[in-house]
């Protein structure tokens, strides 16, 4: 009998597959997955950050197990259900006021950002909309089309106008980046982009799939005093930052901001599908039957989802990952010490980007260098993917719950990866069948 990765390829179509090497587990408990070869994995990704709380949190499976045992339908089309109301009377104590109206159950970031792009046109009566460069929003049309990330093979919508995410690393400075992308902002609404024309700006509090890109200082005050100067609304897609990951419960207070309307996903129903948008009352009430599928606010998703909320109070996971997340950020500043492969370290609590460079005068993308770590870090037992617009950030979203012996375990195996790939010992060949992104 082949093993599972093989097997798989020869039952499950690849349109879904990201794939960085052969990756293929049976189970996983905390922040470990185990293999089908029974090698224990160290998960620095966490599934993209959506096993929030790790593998077999038993918070989830205690209220899993609840929904289960006295199942209140599957479905809040056409009838509330009690988890359902429960998570968004939780998930509405959690925003500014701004945004603190209502809130919409669906089952990923892609299904809530399409929601808020077709809401927020025909709420506002205004065609267009603003998102970064590198953004990525999600992977159905309609997310797609407000995304601005080059791996996407879908188009964009008509509306829509991408402005760059200040990289402070190219520019030079966290300045010089904030200046160049508020200048060009400006100019697009002097000139081919009438401000009285825009329904919203989605923002990224930090560009995650982009490169792990994080916010000169003062840069999001500045578009949100451009936003309110026009009628603008803020939408904050928290998707893979947010509920804690960041340091703050929600990425944006970072940069001191209040956006309109929030987006959940991911890591909400720590590892079940569920998302969320809240935003005020007058948007996300602005049509019946607007946007639905069937099983949209089943309540085993939602009652995950709460117990998610509830465990990331209790056991102060937002201070966790600030506090791990620092342990992790130095760990990895020392290898940059250390590795001339490094060209930045960046990023918040547990949502942290290295990216590499083949030097660090013309800091050109280390890309081959990069699938190569990652390739290597999963043969030493730990698994990290990359982003970035030119695939050369490695990104480390590791479960809330993270220790700072596993931060410092993963960081170890990192090292190890990074010399043995620098000193060649990696063959070029273990890429063949990997393309990444
Ligand atoms: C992953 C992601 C999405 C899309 O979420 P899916 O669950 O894959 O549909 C949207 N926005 C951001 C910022 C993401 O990281």
Not at 67 to 78: N, T, W
Not at 368 to 387: N, P
Request: glycine share 12%.
């Amino acid at each position: 009998m082949p093993g599972l990765y093989a097997r798989e390829s020869r039952s499950i179509s690849s349109m879904a597959h990201l794939r960085f090497f052969p990756q293929a587990v049976v189970g996983g408990s905390g922040a470990y997955l185990t293999a089908d070869d029974g090698r224990r994995l160290l998960d620095f990704s966490a599934s993209w950050g959506a096993a929030s709380l790790g593998h077999s949190h038993p918070a989830i499976r205690e209220a899993v197990d609840r929904a289960l045992s006295d199942q209140a339908g599957a479905s809040y089309l056409s009838t509330a259900n009690e988890p359902c109301v429960l998570l968004a009377e939780k998930l509405l104590s959690l925003v500014p006021e701004r945004a603190r109206g209502r809130i919409w159950f669906g089952h990923s970031g892609s299904d809530a950002n399409e929601t808020v792009a077709r809401m927020v046109v025909a709420a506002t009566g205004r065609p267009r909309i603003l998102a970064f460069e590198g953004a990525y929003h999600g992977g159905t049309v309609g997310s797609m089309g407000i995304s601005g990330h080059p791996a996407q093979q879908g188009g964009r919508a008509e509306g829509l106008t991408l402005v760059p995410y200040p990289n402070s690393y190219a520019a030079g400075s966290p300045e010089a980046a904030k200046d160049a992308a508020l200048a060009r902002l400006q100019h697009l609404f002097a000139t081919e982009l009438p401000p009285g024309e825009v329904a919203a700006f989605f923002i990224e509090p930090i560009q995650s799939d982009g490169g792990m890109l994080l916010p000169p200082d003062g840069f999001f005050k500045a578009v949100e005093a451009l936003c309110r100067k026009h009628g603008i609304l803020i939408v904050s897609d928290e998707v893979k930052v947010g509920l804690g990951r960041s340091g703050r419960f929600n990425a944006f207070e970072q940069s001191g901001i209040e956006p309109d309307i929030i987006v959940f996903g991911k890591g909400l129903g720590g590892g079940l599908p569920i998302s969320a948008v809240v935003g005020p009352e007058a948007v996300m009430n602005h049509a019946v039957a607007f946007s639905l599928q069937t099983v949209h606010g089943n309540p085993i998703c939602a009652a995950a989802a709460l117990a998610v909320l509830q465990t990331i109070e209790r056991n102060r996971l937002a201070e966790n990952a600030e506090r791990t997340g620092g342990v992790l950020r130095e760990s990895l500043d020392r290898l940059a010490a250390r590795h001339r492969l490094i060209g930045d370290v960046r990023g918040r609590g547990l949502a942290l980007g290295v990216e590499l460079v083949e030097d660090r005068t013309s800091r050109k993308p280390a890309s081959r260098q990069t699938a190569l770590t990652v390739y290597r870090a999963f043969q030493l037992g730990l698994v990290l993917y990359y982003v970035g617009v030119r695939s050369n950030v490695l990104e480390l979203t590791p479960p809330l719950t993270l220790t700072q012996a596993e931060a410092r375990e993963g960081v170890a195996i990192l090292d190890q990866a990074l010399a043995d790939v620098a000193a060649g010992r990696i063959d070029d060949a273990v890429l063949e069948d990997f393309a990444g992104w």
